[in-house]
């Protein structure tokens, strides 16, 4: 059994380049998690992940039928009998590990499912707003990103009434969404509250940059469906990374319909997660 130590931004960064090293899928490898991300005031001073993949366990096994060829039996003397049984053996047990790929190229189908939700990312928002909302809005994000040195363009959209959509756009939209998109989280709630405290009438806040958030809802589907699908092969339960409340909701939905499988969740936030059971 090996393993390495690989390190990025995130932990998925960091699973990601490893497996990118060895050349294998997510499901060949143990992973442990050394060292998690960590972001400081708003995404500023961050440190990166750094996990341990470890591969190599199972497929020394077949090695064992190896030390078959009895050698005792070579002592009766026809050599000829013992030569050809160690030929036939090794045969079938060929055989074997040519089923288990079978298995394994079913997973790019759940790949494509990935490409469904999509749709939703062109969905028309209609033009900007230039309400009073709106305007606190940008004036408060103005100053927020001005703070934190980012140039980006505000467009603040209305697609119903009470929900106001705010799409950040410029090239340092990788620090605006942060870690697993805590920063975007946080930028979204201290909006909401600023827009809220002055004028009358609550409304909901939502903001996204570099369309993570359709990116992030069908990154959890894609999970939820390959976690589903281990759950249902090995027949063991499997718990999941920490997530948002929202987060959760998109893996519960995405398994309510799906056989065999039950989802529920532990712990308390920030670090509640969801387990994914197996149900007979």
Do not use: W
């Amino acid at each position: 059994m090996s393993y390495i130590d690989v390190t990025g931004k995130t932990e998925e960064e960091a699973i990601a380049r490893a497996l990118s090293q060895l050349n294998m899928e997510r499901d060949d490898v143990s992973v442990e998690i050394l060292e998690r991300a960590k972001t400081g005031f708003l995404g500023l001073g961050s440190t990166p992940a750094k996990v341990r993949v470890t591969y190599g366990g199972e497929e020394e096994k077949p090695a064992a039928p190896e030390i078959v060829p009895a050698k005792p039996k070579v002592e009766s003397r026809p050599a000829a009998k013992p030569a050809a049984k160690p030929v036939v053996k090794p045969a079938p047990r060929a055989e074997k590990p040519a089923a288990e790929p079978a298995q394994k190229t079913r997973e790019p189908a759940v790949k494509e499912e990935r490409i469904a939700p999509a749709e939703h990312i062109s969905k028309p928002l209609g033009e900007e707003i230039q309400d009073e909302k709106a305007e606190a809005i940008r004036a408060f994000l103005s100053g927020l990103l001005e703070k934190m040195e980012i140039e980006a363009q505000i467009r603040v959209y209305l697609p119903e009434k009470g929900r106001y959509q705010v799409i950040l756009e410029g090239s340092g939209m990788g620090q605006i969404i942060g870690r697993r998109g805590e920063t975007l989280d946080a930028i979204q709630q201290l909006t909401g509250y600023c827009v809220n405290r002055a004028g009358t009438g609550r409304v909901r806040v939502a903001v996204d940059a570099e369309n993570y958030r359709a990116k992030r809802e069908e990154s959890l589907d894609h999970l939820a469906r390959k976690v589903a699908a281990k759950v249902v092969k090995y027949r063991r339960s499997v718990t999941l990374e920490p997530m948002n409340a929202y987060e959760r909701h998109i893996i519960h939905a995405a398994l309510q319909d799906e056989p065999n499988v039950a989802t529920g969740s532990i712990g308390s936030d920030p670090n509640r997660r969801v387990v994914v059971s197996y149900v007979r």
